[in-house]
């Protein structure tokens, strides 16, 4: 069974300071690694993902993020946070020869001017 | 070049109904994946169709079935609703050579309320 956990279920920042959503996750093998962002009445945006290699992956809109095999954890990150990413944010995961995506329950991101 | 689309974008049924809901993969995409994503949740699987078979399902009942048409496009068709049927449901379209390692391309869903 795979399963992903997003310890916080908001996330309050300023407008230009860093920006840290965290996930962790379980999963049988290697793990395929996602995040989405969900805007309202939106679906979901793909931001970015870990297959294999570097650990530090770049995806869009500035974002980063971080994997950590020992301590199984994906936590996305970005340098300085605009109020336009403000949104709900979900961590995914996918088991090697399997098919469906394992969601968190997310993160609602809230940047302030 | 088109992303997911679906259809109706939002239903309002009352119980014991059955619901149809349309989606087509982006261009190129051959694999849809079906999602239900109640208020509050994270998306949850329930059944992905390739090559116009049911591949995969996730932990969902029967009265949750859906057909892929050989143009690629898919049908979620619900049977007896319930109330805890309301939720966004959420068509995601991929290509199955890289199922795996390539993400899932999410169309805006269709907000289904039973009442």
């Known amino acids: 069974a795979q399963s992903v956990a997003q310890p916080e279920d908001q996330v309050n920042v300023a407008e230009g300071n860093p920006l840290t959503v965290k996930c962790t996750y379980s999963?049988?093998?290697?793990?395929?690694l996602f995040w989405y962002v969900q805007y309202p009445n939106r679906g979901l945006q793909f931001l970015l993902k870990?297959?294999?290699?570097?650990?530090l992956v770049k995806g869009s809109y500035g974002f980063e993020a971080e994997f950590n095999k020992s301590q199984t954890s994906f936590h996305l990150k970005k340098p300085s946070a605009l109020v336009s990413d403000s949104a709900l944010y979900f961590c995914?995961?996918?088991?090697?020869?399997?098919?469906?995506?394992?969601f968190g329950a997310g993160t609602t991101v809230t940047v302030r001017a | 070049d088109a992303g997911v689309t679906q259809s109706p974008t939002h239903l309002i049924k009352t119980r014991g109904q059955q619901v149809t809901l349309r989606c087509s993969p982006k261009?190129?995409?051959?694999?849809v994946s079906w999602y239900q994503q109640a208020l509050g949740q994270g998306p949850q699987f329930i059944f992905q169709?390739?090559?116009?078979?049911?591949?995969q399902r996730g932990n969902f009942p029967d009265r949750f079935s859906g057909h892929q048409f050989p143009n690629y496009s898919s049908e979620l068709n619900v049977n007896a609703l319930l109330l805890g049927d309301s939720a966004l449901y959420l068509c995601?379209?991929?290509?199955?050579?890289?199922?795996?390692?390539?993400?899932?391309?999410f169309g805006p869903g269709t907000r289904l309320t039973v009442l």
């Open positions: 995601a379209s991929s290509l199955a050579i890289l199922t795996e390692s390539d993400e899932q391309f």
């Open positions: 999963v049988s093998g290697n793990p395929y």
């Open positions: 870990y297959i294999t290699g570097d650990n």
């Open positions: 995914a995961v996918r088991a090697s020869g399997d098919y469906k995506l394992s």
């Open positions: 261009s190129g995409h051959d694999t």
């Open positions: 169709y390739y090559e116009e078979e049911e591949r």
